[in-house]
C-alpha cells in the first residue's frame, strides 16, 4: 500500500505506535496478548486502545470463550492506513528528508 506519509500524533505514543505494529500483522488480537507483548497492566492497555478506538482507528469486540469474556482489538481500515502513514513519515525524518 502506498501512503502519503504523515505524522500521526495519536499513533506516535510509544504503546500507542508497538500496538498498531501488532495489529498490522493479524487481523486481530487478543487483549492479553497485547498486554503481554506490551509489559504493561490492563488499565494502561485500555487507555490506549480507548485512545486509538476514539481516533476510529481500531474496534473493539468482546466474544464468550470457555466461561469468559474475552476482548479483540483490531484495526479498521482508516487506523491501517493511518499506521502506513506515520511509519512512512519515520522513514522519510530518518532518512533526513525535510
Known sequence: M???PRFDEVIH???RL???SMLS???EVE???IREGLGVSDSVLSKQLKALEDAGYLTVRK???EGRTRTW???TDAGRTAFAAHVAELKR???GVL
Request: aromatic content about 4%.
Open 2 to 4: 502506498s501512503v502519503e
Open 63 to 65: 466474544s464468550p470463550l
Open 25 to 27: 500483522r493479524a487481523a
Open 18 to 20: 508497538r500496538i498498531c
Open 93 to 95: 525524518l530518518a532518512e
Open 73 to 75: 482489538a483490531a484495526l
Open 13 to 15: 505514543a510509544p504503546n
Open 31 to 33: 487483549f492479553a496478548a
